[in-house]
């Protein structure tokens, strides 16, 4: 996997200059008064690949296709005979064509092996704007950022036309900016979980994944359909299908899923969960995932239950079934890969913090265990408040922020698909702010993939405003009162449950979490949990994942002025590990997002 490229991204209004970009990695500790900024003379935006460079990603899969004689990724087991032995790349045999704009969602992914020469073909669904879920089967070992081709929102697979140039059919592409493997993937079809940021938000229906808490999308019986452009036979060797396939199967109980040979040896139960009846032994009597479907979903109830991870050779072998990995096992990392937009477009949370003394911005970024050199922002004067979020969810971070007459404004950029770039917006979102106390962004905490706000107003009530990503709400939801004295903050998932929580400090400086239930009519469990005592900090930052590990983390400053790092042990009963210093002379900043 090679290095995210680094890009700067947000562009505030006419009053807030252009961001530029530092070089070398300095201290921690915040810039000095004599450190004076560095206005940069253009406006940087992120790197998107132009028509002719996603024509020839698409030239070079085609002609490494062409070479191999197939575009299946095979990833055998490395035990087993090689005649039964299951593939992790199945597989839809006994499926329909589905129907135009039925599943808008639903990816194709084509790759290059730089080192064979060969092309792999797999599927994946849009869980968000630029996000991609997929296999790791699919992802691991190949570099996807520069040999990948993503192509989502249409039924034909894409092609090239007589002059070499990529027709997607109706549908959008893309190149891949970075890729996430789940940690444990063991290279074969354990943990065969990965996700795909695109290098631009693609504006097509995105569909959800399962929660971690689902059982019932699991139960014995339950029809689950399947979508992919794998093979529509069993004979070795055959094509995969032009046009969009789909096949309605029924969720196996866990000893169902054991009891053909490779089930036997292969089968996790917790981590997978197969689906369909056994197949017969012919194409005619089977209905199967099959090569080429690899990384696709199964979707249960309008969600992602099921991601398409192996099945037995060829896929029609007598009382097989095909196997998924098992989202909801899952979902709590992924939830946070979709949610981990950032400043400097790595897999690391940055810091925002602005100067008492001139009202400079900086921008932090995160090197993991301590944090690079300031970048500076721009003057931040007449500003009271400055949050980071992606209230879009298009992958690139956005900031809101408050004006000292009480305007609420939002500033972002967006891709304009015409001119192949993004393009800084700013635009107010509200007025009459100045009469709440304290905005917080938790992320998702409705359920509906959307960001969401927090707010205690001065008579101490919580209130939740579930985001429409658009900059709107929907009715606000009273989350109860007596809040005013207390410091509410929060960006993520602290419990490892893929739910963003939120973390509180009450008036005895006690650190409490209330777990997120992902639900909008009660976005938080009334049993809290109590993370610590002696809570005496002078400001309380939630940027989101600073370490890079895949889960939220906080940042606090003491009264001396250091920066303490708590990283997230992904708990629900003891949410962060031990905390260590990333930084002195705090004092000097009067906001820190």
Not at 250 to 260: E, H, V, Y
């Amino acid at each position: 996997m090679s290095s995210p490229r680094q890009r700067t991204r947000i562009v505030l209004p006419a009053v807030l200059a252009a961001l530029a970009v530092g070089g070398a990695t300095l201290a921690a500790s915040p810039a000095s008064a004599t450190d004076g900024p560095q206005l940069s003379e253009t406006r940087q935006t992120p790197d998107v690949a132009s028509e002719a460079e996603l024509s020839a990603k698409a030239r070079a899969f085609f002609e490494a296709e062409a070479k191999s004689g197939s575009a299946d990724r095979p990833n055998a087991m490395r035990s087993g005979d090689a005649a039964s032995a299951p593939k992790a790349d199945p597989k839809i045999i006994g499926g329909v064509n589905a129907p135009f704009g039925e599943a808008p969602w639903m990816t194709q992914l084509y790759g290059t092996d730089p080192v064979t020469g060969e092309g792999f073909f797999c599927g994946g669904a849009l869980i968000a704007p630029a996000k991609v879920l997929t296999a790791a089967h699919c992802v691991d070992g190949a570099d996807w950022t520069e040999y990948g081709l993503v192509v989502a929102g249409a039924t034909t697979l894409a092609e090239l036309d007589e002059k070499g140039d990529l027709v997607t059919h109706g549908g959008q592409a893309a190149r891949v900016s970075r890729q996430w493997v789940h940690p444990s993937y063991d290279g074969d079809i354990r943990n065969d979980i990965a996700v795909l940021t695109l290098d631009r938000p693609l504006r097509v229906k995105t569909l959800q994944t399962v929660t971690s808490s689902d059982t019932a999308s699991y139960a014995p019986g339950t029809t689950g359909t399947v979508y992919g452009w794998g093979r529509t036979s069993g004979t070795p060797g055959s094509d995969i299908s032009q046009y969009l396939k789909k096949a309605s199967v029924p969720i196996q109980g866990d000893a169902k899923c054991t009891s053909f040979p490779a089930g036997a040896e292969y089968f996790v139960a917790g981590e997978m969960f197969c689906a369909g009846k056994p197949a017969g032994g012919t194409d005619a009597t089977t209905i199967s995932p099959c090569n080429g479907d690899s990384g696709g979903p199964l979707i249960v109830n309008g969600r992602i239950a099921g991601v398409v991870s192996w099945g037995v050779a060829d896929c029609i072998e007598k009382g097989a079934h095909s196997v998924f990995a098992k989202v909801s096992t899952y979902a709590g990392k992924v939830n946070q890969i979709v949610a981990d937009a950032n400043l400097t477009d790595d897999n690391k949370a940055d810091l925002f913090a602005r100067r008492k003394d001139n009202a400079d911005g900086f921008v932090f970024p995160s090197r993991g265990t301590s944090l690079g050199s300031p970048r500076f922002r721009d003057n931040f004067s007449g500003i009271n408040l400055v949050r980071q979020t992606d209230l879009d969810r298009d992958s690139t971070q956005d900031i809101v922020y408050r004006t000292s007459n009480g305007d609420l404004r939002w500033n972002r950029i967006e891709f304009r698909a015409s001119e192949g770039m993004f393009e800084g917006v700013d635009t107010r979102i509200g007025t009459g702010w100045s009469k709440v106390k304290s905005i917080t962004f938790p992320g998702d905490v409705t359920g509906d993939g959307l960001a969401d706000m927090l707010t205690v107003d001065y008579a101490g009530i919580l209130w939740t405003y579930p985001g429409k990503g658009n900059g709107t709400w929907g009715t606000r939801l009273k989350g109860g009162s007596g809040w005013a004295s207390y410091v509410v903050v929060g960006n993520g998932d602290y419990s490892g449950d893929g739910k963003a929580d939120m973390l509180v400090r009450d008036t005895s400086a006690r650190l409490w979490m209330y777990l997120g239930r992902g639900v909008a009519n009660a976005p938080f469990s009334n049993q809290r949990v109590q993370v610590g005592t002696g809570w005496n900090f002078t400001a309380y930052v939630a940027p989101g994942d600073v370490t890079g590990d895949g889960a939220a983390d906080l940042v606090v400053r003491d009264k001396a002025g250091a920066l303490h790092l708590y990283p997230s042990r992904n708990s629900p009963t003891v949410p962060f590990k031990s905390r260590y210093t990333i930084g002195s002379g705090w004092n000097s900043y009067d906001i820190i997002s």
